[in-house]
Nanobody, 126 residues
Framework: QVQLVESGGGLVQAGGSLRLSCAAS????????MGWFRQAPGKEREFVAA????????YYADSVKGRFTISRDNAKNTMYLQMLNLKPEDTAVYYC???????????????????WGQGTQVTVSS
């Protein structure tokens, strides 16, 4: 089994930055696609960013493109999300996800990820 643990969330003012981490254990995730999703109060969980295995590609939601950067360190079995110029609308619980299935995927759908972390809260004040 794969366990994912997010960290790095917190309270920040608009325009500030945070770096989220997702540490994996149980298996080496080198060949897993991985992603970040978020869920704001009263809203559905939505796609934020994803990265293919072996850094084969990165994908971003339009709302974060140019401000967020996803990366991974396979040696540390860890994925990151660098968030710059944060806005109040970025406030949400951020979840990391991983999947090992070798099937065509958009990288953006919740059902394409089999493992999920418990989430870390990001709050951006105006």
């Amino acid at each position: 089994q794969v366990q994912l643990v997010e960290s790095g969330g917190g309270l920040v003012q608009a325009g500030g930055s945070l770096r989220l981490s997702c540490a994996a254990s149980g298996r080496n995730l080198r060949r897993y696609r991985m992603g970040w999703f978020r869920q704001a109060p009263g809203k559905e969980r939505e796609f934020v960013a994803a990265i293919g295995w072996s850094d084969s590609g990165t994908y971003y939601a339009d709302s974060v493109k140019g401000r967020f950067t996803i990366s991974r360190d396979n040696a540390k079995n860890t994925m990151y999300l660098q968030m710059l110029n944060l806005k109040p609308e970025d406030t949400a619980v951020y979840y990391c996800a991983a999947d090992s299935r070798i099937v065509p995927a958009t990288m953006r759908r919740l059902v394409e990820y089999e493992y999920w972390g418990q989430g870390t809260q990001v709050t951006v004040s105006s």
